[in-house]
């Protein structure tokens, strides 16, 4: 059974950080790029940064450039998502996927996210930043 966990979100100041970790199981962890989105309320899930776990290629949208680091851990079949300098606008529910078609800068593209399938998705964790 494919699954997807993801964790570490919380209430957090502007300017502090947070590490999210999304453990995944049933399927070829080293054959994916795994993706971190996130929704507002009211607003479209939007992509926020991808990594490819064969070759760690990564990707992220220009509003967390510089403040978010994406990574993976092969043997543990997880990938992380550590969030520096947060900002209120970066609040939302945050979810992880996974495909093991599209490459990383494909994956957090445009509405990708809408093709892949709801077993390769996470149950989201909740970060708020308070300004």
């Known amino acids: 059974e494919v699954q997807l966990q993801a964790s570490g979100g919380g209430l957090v100041q502007a300017g502090g950080s947070l590490t999210l970790s999304c453990a995944t199981s049933g399927f070829a962890f080293d054959r994916y790029a795994i993706g971190w989105f996130r929704q507002a309320p009211g607003k479209e899930r939007e992509g926020v940064s991808c990594?490819?776990?064969?070759?760690?290629?990564?990707y992220y949208v220009e509003p967390v450039k510089g403040r978010f680091t994406i990574s993976s851990d092969n043997a543990k079949n997880t990938v992380y998502l550590q969030m520096n300098s947060l900002k209120p606008e970066d609040t939302g529910v945050y979810y992880c996927a996974a495909d093991i078609l599209a490459p990383p800068s494909t994956l957090c593209s445009g509405r990708y996210y809408i093709t892949i399938s709801r077993g390769f998705w996470g149950q989201g964790t909740q970060v708020t930043v308070s300004s």
């Open positions: 990594i490819s776990t064969r070759d760690e290629s990564t």
